[in-house]
């Protein structure tokens, strides 16, 4: 769905990749002419090779200028795209504020115990899903009707921030077919990094494969990459087998989500 004049949710929001595009020209133009990639990288939380090649896109792109090593100006167009892009923000703030923080009255938890309406509860994240307990929390809210144990149930008049800490991505490199695909895997490795993980997701039938001969369960093939991204931002401890003409797509998108991650290349040496 493309957006519209009236469509807050702009281009910018719609892609964390332009999203941090427009936080490193913001760094730039607070910084310039003396640009250090190193700082720009510690504060956005992504690498400074990362910031490098952000930086090379933008000056690509015309909206910033390089003055010699290191020293980098805003442009006239970069500094007109990000007025647009901060109007745009601004826009959609307004939206949050007026159409959607008002709507939001009640959440959807998974009970903990048997609960009563009315009672006071602490909601918290386990293993990817929101719950709500009797005991106290970071978050406390009030639930909206009687719930057995297990059963989903409203929390309404939530206060407070719900404690939760994101989960990592082991990226597991599988050779394209032409270099010998699942044959040539090295599956104890495989073992070691899937046993640790909650979530298990292929990208390329050569990674469908490898966990089909090792006789492991593939939770997501179809979507697995944005998939496990998501899994992840909940909590989860995932493994991603991705085959190696997609593996560096996806690296750039981690970078861009900001989530941590390990790699390892299961090709036998």
Wanted: glycine fraction near 8%.
């Amino acid at each position: 769905m493309k957006g519209t004049d009236n469509d807050p949710l702009s281009t910018l929001l719609r892609s964390k990749r332009e999203t941090t595009r427009f936080q490193v020209l913001v760094e730039v133009a607070e910084h310039q002419p003396s640009v250090r990639q190193q700082e720009i990288a510690e504060k956005l939380g992504v690498t400074p090779q990362a910031i490098s090649e952000y930086i090379r896109d933008l000056s690509d792109d015309g909206l910033i200028s390089a003055e010699g090593r290191g020293r980098y100006a805003v442009t006239r167009k970069g500094i007109e795209w990000v007025l647009q892009s901060a109007e745009q923000l601004e826009s959609y703030a307004r939206h949050i504020r007026r159409d959607i923080i008002q709507q939001v009255a009640v959440w959807a938890a998974l009970a903990a115990e048997d609960l009563r309406k009315g009672d006071e509860v602490g909601v918290f994240m386990k293993k990817g899903l929101l719950y709500a307990g009797k005991e106290p929390q970071a978050a406390m809210g009030v639930v909206i009707s009687d719930a057995r144990k297990g059963s989903d149930v409203g929390v309404a008049r939530l206060n407070g921030i719900i404690d939760h800490t994101e989960g990592s991505i082991c990226v597991c490199k599988v050779p394209r077919i032409e270099r010998g695909g699942s044959s040539v895997i090295e599956q104890e490795k495989l073992f070691r990094i899937v046993q640790k993980a909650e979530i298990v997701g292929a990208v390329g039938l050569e990674a469908y494969m490898t966990l089909k001969k090792a006789g492991i369960r593939s939770d997501m093939f179809y979507g697995a990459r944005e998939g496990v991204i998501e899994a992840a931002f909940h909590g989860l401890t995932c493994a991603i087998l991705i085959v190696d003409s997609e593996f560096t797509d996806f690296i750039k998108r981690l970078e861009t989500a900001g989530l941590s991650y390990a790699i390892h290349d299961l090709a036998a040496p």
